[in-house]
Every structure is written in structure tokens, then in C-alpha cells.
């Protein structure tokens, strides 16, 4: 086993911070491994070997940083040290140093998810992909903000075996500080955590179960819901004199009739997909084939369109090959935010975007007496649970209605 010590090395300028360096001891050979962290004389105890500071210290805070990063540091060393070890193989400190550097170049958290998120791209997961970047992003401009200064340098990244609980309960509280929603805090968080499993999994790292104290469930939706009434209205709306409000109410429309399908299907439907008065499509979230009857109604909303070379059915991606989900992403966030303005010409006080029209069709079957099993196929979910999600928050005033029946028979 090789001896590992914490040591510290003064600059030859004075008043300058000093290395913090390990030295690893193997067969009488000594080696020396630089680490990034710098403090002044004044902050090093030599007979504990470790920094310190004192309550009134301007850099207490990041002091102690250095302090669980050492210790961190040392604990990767030493579990390197009792792997090579129990190999049975000779090996040397130069062995201990190479494996470290290499675990840190591979394990930490940003290079791990990066090997993650192109392995998804290249398996042709695109949407997942985007997903755990969005939630790589996140975490980046969390490890930024927390630190001053003298702290976290910009885009520092963590390694896979120093996530704490502390760590995961300080971005979930800093992402309520900037008012994000719980659903999405629990989303982020729970993409970390299968980050984090995975590390496990491939034996990279022992599991301490680092989110047992942050939320990572689902809170029930607000209702999302339109009742027939008031899509009616939507559709009868004269927005003949704003072609892009006209646009975003008819693509809603659209994808209410195509049984509330998700705007990325839409989007990538083809002109070949619609043969013999049905459409044939395969959900890019689940890959499940369906099959949809074309109406007259559908037609009629894409009649409006009628310049429309591309080789997609709907208007949304004009010119194929170029950028083609940057511009399906733009194109829906233009139509949701045209759709918060005729949620306002119809009295709709719910935030209207493309996916309240597939809670809309879901509560309309409901509504119709619609069987779960049949809803549930309609949309093209894998399970009657993930259809019970989308009812549940969707029509509580059955619920109320047979509640004041039960009250007046009181």
C-alpha cells in the first residue's frame, strides 16, 4: 500500500499563496501530484497537514472548499491505491498519479454526461439527448453562481464521486430562489440522479445517495384543459388580418383533431406518412406506430397552406435539411407565445400553449364516455398510467358536480 500525505509548498515571492501538493509514497519511491488549489502560509497548519482558517477570515468560505476538496482528493487516492492493490499486480506511485488523471479527466460529472449525451445522439435519441444537455447547462451556471471569487473558478467542473446531498439540496433551493417551477427542478434532478446511477452501475463510483433529500417526484398539474366551448370559439375567431396568430390557432387546432398529437410529430409528419385517408407516424418520444383517420377538418385547416414544397405535410419546417430542429423549436415557440394572446380574445385564463390541445382532446374523450383503455391508445401512451396523469388533473368539476348532488340529499 502506498503512503499518502497532504502537503504544502510556500512561493519563493513573499506574502504569495503557496501549492497545496500530495505525496504519494510506494516502495521507498516518493512522487509528487500538484493539485490547482493556492493558499497563504497563514492558512496552512503543519502539524495537521490540512488549511485552515478562523470564524472572522474574509475566505473562510473558500477555505473550507479546499478543505472538502483535499479530502475529496485524498479519498480518490487512496480507493486508486487499494484497486491497484488488490489487483495483485506490481505497481508503482507513478501508477496511483496516472490512474487519478485519468479518473478526473473521464468521471468528472461535465465530461461523463458529455460521453452520455453523445452516445444518445448517436443511438439516434435526439430529444433525450437535448434533455440531459439542458440539464448539464443548468448545473454549470449553478457551480458558477455559488462562487466568489475566490471560490469556484468559471465552469468548474465536479467530479462524479464528490456530488453530496448538501450539493443537490443547494441547487434544488437555488433554483427556487430564481422561481422555477417544482416539476421542473424534480426533472432536472432527477436526469442527475440517472446520471449518477449509471456512474454506479458501471462501478465507477460507490453509491451515497446523494438526492435522498431533494424532491424528485412529479406534483399534479394545474389544469390544462380546454372544454369544446371554448375551442369552438378558438376556431371561430376571425384572424384573418394576423397571419401568425391565424397560424398558431390553426396548428392548435390541428393537433387536437390529430388526437392531441405532440408538436414534434407534427412537425416531422411527411406528405408520403398520409395514404388512403389515413396517417401512418411513429412517436419520436416512444417510437409506438399509430394510425390516424385524415378528416375533412384536417383538410381543411391544410388547405390553407397550399405553398408548400417541402416534402413535410404540415407548414412548420419550410426548408428541409437546414437546422431542422432549431427551426421546429422556433417555430413552436412563436406559436405558443401567439397563443397567450388568443387566450386572451377568448377569456382563457389558463396558459395556453400546443400541449393544452392534447390534455384538451384527452378531457373531450373523457367527457364523451370515452373508455381509458381507448384514450389511452388514442394518444399513444405505453400505459393507461401516463394517461390517468393527464385525466387526473383535468376535469375536477365532475368530481364537484357529484359532490353537490351527495350535499343536497343531505
Known amino acids: ?61 473558500f477555505i473550507l472548499s479546499i478543505r472538502e476538496r483535499i479530502r475529496w482528493d485524498v479519498e480518490r487516492l487512496t480507493k486508486i491505491d487499494r484497486k491497484l492493490d488488490a489487483n ?27 460521453s452520455i449525451i453523445a452516445k444518445l445522439k448517436q443511438n439516434g435519441k435526439v430529444r433525450t439527448s437535448e434533455t440531459y444537455k439542458s440539464t448539464l447547462n443548468s ?121 392531441g398529437m405532440s408538436f414534434i410529430d407534427m412537425a416531422f409528419l411527411k406528405k408520403t406518412d398520409l395514404k388512403n385517408g389515413y396517417v401512418t407516424y411513429r412517436r419520436r418520444k416512444t417510437g409506438q406506430k399509430l394510425i390516424i383517420e385524415w378528416t375533412k377538418e384536417m383538410q381543411m385547416i391544410l388547405d390553407k397552406y397550399p405553398k408548400n414544397e417541402s416534402d413535410y405535410l404540415l407548414p412548420i419546417i419550410r426548408n428541409p435539411g437546414i437546422n431542422e430542429r432549431c427551426t421546429y423549436r422556433n417555430v413552436g415557440y412563436n406559436i405558443n407565445h401567439n397563443l397567450k394572446t388568443i387566450a386572451g380574445m377568448v377569456g382563457v385564463t389558463i396558459p395556453l400553449t400546443l400541449y393544452v390541445a392534447r390534455h384538451s382532446w384527452a378531457s373531450a374523450a373523457k367527457a364523451k364516455g370515452i373508455p381509458l383503455s381507448v384514450i389511452s391508445e388514442g394518444m399513444g401512451h405505453d400505459s393507461e398510467t401516463t394517461t390517468q396523469i393527464y385525466l387526473a388533473s383535468l376535469d375536477t368539476s365532475v368530481v364537484d358536480k357529484a359532490n353537490s348532488i351527495i350535499l343536497k340529499s343531505l
Open 1 to 61: 500500500m502506498a503512503s499518502i500525505k497532504v502537503k504544502f509548498r510556500p512561493s519563493t515571492v513573499a506574502d504569495h499563496e503557496g501549492t497545496i501538493y500530495y505525496q504519494i509514497i510506494h516502495e521507498r519511491k516518493v512522487r509528487q501530484l500538484l493539485s490547482d488549489y493556492k493558499v497563504f502560509p497563514t492558512e496552512w497548519d503543519e502539524s495537521r497537514s490540512m488549511v485552515t482558517t478562523t470564524q472572522k477570515s474574509e475566505r473562510k468560505s
Open 139 to 259: 448545473f454549470k451556471k449553478f457551480l458558477a453562481n455559488q462562487a466568489s471569487e475566490d471560490d469556484y473558478r468559471e465552469n468548474e467542473d465536479i467530479m462524479l464521486d464528490c456530488l453530496t446531498s448538501e450539493i443537490m439540496e443547494s441547487y434544488e433551493a437555488w433554483h427556487h430562489k430564481r422561481g422555477v417551477a417544482p416539476n421542473t427542478i424534480s426533472f432536472y434532478t432527477r436526469i442527475l440522479r440517472a446520471v449518477y446511477n449509471r456512474a454506479v452501475e458501471d462501478g465507477i463510483i460507490e453509491n451515497r445517495n446523494p438526492f435522498r433529500k431533494v424532491y424528485t417526484g412529479v406534483d399534479k398539474t394545474v389544469k390544462r384543459a380546454l372544454p369544446l366551448p371554448v375551442i369552438k370559439k378558438i376556431k371561430a375567431l376571425d384572424l384573418s388580418l394576423n397571419a401568425s396568430l391565424g397560424f398558431a390557432r390553426d396548428m392548435f387546432l390541428m393537433s387536437f383533431c390529430l388526437r
Open 88 to 114: 495483485g499486480l506490481s505497481y508503482t506511485a507513478d501508477d496511483v498519479i496516472e490512474e487519478f488523471n485519468r479518473y478526473s479527466d473521464e468521471y468528472s460529472l461535465f465530461n461523463y454526461m458529455e
